[in-house]
């Protein structure tokens, strides 16, 4: 059995303790000790401690019955060993966990709604609870109420009880043990089964901020911060709103007026560009279907543009106007930029060739693939030196077919 000395002493950084056993076991060094500070990967919905047990480095913090088993980065030879934690994740992990117990609380309290999950991230925590439809109202309300708690600097109190006792303390919730039973109590606030590291007075949790909610499994899933981190999340937000509000020239506390505006205007101009586009392909269109050669009664189209002045969709938007509401054409179509290039090859439904062969036939001259049918093929490459050539290739066989 190993003694839990953070369940007693959450504050205690280091410790000297024996080792009791120690192996080497699947690649890994692992060692038991007569006591520790360090608080075990995920039990109870909390990270482990991270530290060091004689400098050397602890990888992992498991637990196994009564025992605490701890996995080290390299082998420790001495017996008698010193433990010590990082101080600034203990403290976070106990702010984040007992505002977990107020907030859990406070929804029971005005809501009568119950925890039924908590999760403490490396950013950011979550519980979720049993409600729907959470507003902007409630929210408010519970954060007031529980950061009220906070300032009030209420005494956090763990014991131990048995089974039989527990008809004496108002638990908001039933414990998963049956025996010696440890109770975190803020005084007359919450009274909760918890293994997890406390802060003792609610004033060292600073604050608590609920950051955003969302629906999950017919619940309500709540990810906040306390303490530290919502000190850090708040700097990253102001540096975020103040840079925002420089950059449209307004207040910080107009930004969202300012984005509400900007959004408004370009969803504007992107309508108006969507119509200037579909105008523009009339055009280009119109133009196509008069640069044709002909060849024994059919019109073949061949066009390379650069990829500044048409967009792939445009193209087979294009190209499908052209060979479904004419008779006798053949297109060869093709886009290109810097390091890739698209074709499309093309026939209206009166001509007798199969699109798609041809297209086969030529696209490995730019290093290409892509797919189709008897009417219309289309796919890219990457050799984009070679297109010119590809598309002279596409006509000749065109010209053989026809």
Request: net charge positive; aromatic share 8%; with cysteine.
């Amino acid at each position: 059995m190993t003694v839990k000395i953070y369940l007693d002493n959450p504050y205690l950084k280091q410790i000297n303790a024996t080792i009791v056993d120690a192996k080497f076991e699947n690649g890994k060094y692992m060692v038991q000790l007569d006591k520790t500070i360090f608080y075990p990967h995920m039990c109870g919905g909390q990270p482990r401690d991270i530290g060091t047990i004689d400098g050397v480095k602890v990888l992992d913090v498991i637990k196994q019955g009564d025992k605490i088993i701890h996995v080290l980065e390299n082998k420790i030879y001495n017996k008698k060993v010193n433990l010590s934690i990082d101080w600034h994740t203990r403290f976070d992990h106990m702010q984040q966990h007992t505002g977990e117990h107020i907030l859990s609380a406070c929804f029971k309290k005005l809501f009568n709604e119950n925890n039924i999950g908590f999760h403490l991230g490396n950013n950011y925590s979550y519980i979720d609870i049993s409600m729907h439809n959470l507003t902007e109202d409630a929210v408010f309300k519970i954060e007031q109420l529980a950061n009220e708690i906070i300032y009030s600097n209420i005494q956090v109190k763990n014991y131990i009880v048995q089974k039989d006792e527990l008809k004496n303390i108002p638990i908001r919730k039933k414990p998963i043990v049956d025996k010696n039973i440890r109770i975190i109590e803020i005084d007359g606030v919450d009274c909760t089964p918890c293994a997890g590291t406390h802060v003792r007075n609610t004033g060292e949790i600073g604050i608590i901020k609920i950051r955003k909610w969302e629906n999950y499994k017919g619940n309500t899933r709540i990810e906040f911060v306390c303490g530290h981190r919502a000190l850090l999340d708040y700097g990253q937000k102001n540096h975020q709103t103040n840079n925002i509000s420089s950059i449209l020239s307004v207040k910080d506390t107009e930004c969202q007026q300012g984005v509400e505006k900007l959004l408004s205007s370009l969803n504007t101009a992107s309508k108006e560009i969507t119509s200037l586009k579909k105008e523009l392909a009339e055009y280009k269109k119109e133009y196509l279907l008069k640069s044709y050669q002909k060849h024994n009664d059919i019109k073949i189209v061949k066009h390379i543009f650069d990829y500044t002045e048409m967009d792939f969709n445009t193209l087979r938007k294009i190209s499908s106007d052209i060979i479904n509401n004419n008779e006798n054409y053949v297109i060869i179509f093709a886009i290109k930029s810097p390091d890739k290039c698209q074709l499309i090859i093309g026939k209206s439904k009166n001509v007798s060739i199969n699109a798609k062969n041809v297209f086969n036939s030529i696209v490995g001259l730019i290093n290409g693939k892509g797919g189709g049918n008897d009417t219309i093929a289309q796919g890219g490459g990457t050799d984009v030196s070679k297109l010119d050539e590809c598309i002279a290739l596409a006509e000749l066989k065109l010209k053989e077919i026809l």
